[in-house]
């Protein structure tokens, strides 16, 4: 079974589609999980949420814009 992610990169602020074929029917992952998904977009590693195409550790606000005070 092939699922489709929808996600934004959270550097370059690209909408990214993320095509996984899940082939275990028997592995029911919970509704809630993140999967590693490897960015086309920045060629990293971001964690999505399969059902809602949300970002682990998503910035709350306009993405690139925060400020660093480091
Ligand atoms: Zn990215």
């Given at each position: 079974m092939q699922r489709q992610i929808l996600f934004r990169c959270p550097r370059t602020g690209m909408n990214v589609q993320h095509r996984t074929d899940d082939e275990r029917p028997e592995r029911s992952?919970?509704?809630d999980s993140y999967v590693p998904v490897?960015?086309?977009a920045c060629m990293s590693l971001h964690f999505v949420n399969s059902t809602t195409g949300k970002?682990?550790?998503e910035p709350s606000g306009q993405p690139g814009s925060r400020p660093r005070s480091a």
């Open positions: 992952e919970p509704a490897r960015c086309p970002l682990l550790n």
